[in-house]
């Protein structure tokens, strides 16, 4: 988007949703180390069906809440549980951790410009570039429709008093 006209930034929505964002990021890799553990390696995704096949197999119970507590690993079974019920466009996992996109959330609450805005705001900046090489006092022969046929004496009348 190095071509959009950026208008606003909301940076006030930015900085509570990159604070929601970090406690959910923060959770899911404390679930990732958890289930790690819980997995003795064997599982490195927060992937509750296969922490419960996991469980299942290692103690040979068909009901995982019981496997977990036969394991001692209720507690930890809830905080991967309740992790793997996490959504978000803006997390994902790189390297074995749990990053946020803080580019694709900084473009989330930035407005730019339309295409139809950005050619009006260019027209308007060439004409603003061009009006800028001409004497301000010229400015009087201007109307809203172009130039003012009755009033190109001010153009005269600025000239000779040079």
Do not use: P, W
Not at 26 to 51: F, H, R, V, Y
């Amino acid at each position: 988007m190095n071509n959009k006209i950026q208008i606003d930034f909301h940076q006030i929505s930015f900085d509570k949703h990159l604070a929601e964002e970090t406690l959910k990021a923060d959770k899911l890799n404390k679930a990732l180390e958890l289930i790690k553990l819980a997995s003795e390696g064997s599982i490195s995704t927060i992937d509750i069906d296969a922490l419960n096949s996991f469980l299942n197999t290692c103690t040979g119970f068909r009901n995982v809440g019981m496997s977990a507590a036969a394991m001692g690993l209720d507690v930890e079974y809830q905080t991967i549980a309740d992790a793997s019920k996490i959504t978000s466009d803006f997390i994902s996992l790189k390297e074995g951790k749990y990053i946020i996109d803080e580019d694709s959330l900084r473009e989330f609450y930035t407005d730019y410009l339309t295409d139809a805005e950005t050619e009006v705001y260019n027209t308007l900046i060439k004409a603003c570039k061009i009006l800028n090489n001409v004497d301000s006092r010229y400015y009087q022969c201007i109307n809203e429709n172009g130039i003012d046929k009755q009033r190109l004496r001010a153009i005269t009348n600025v000239f000779f008093t040079r």
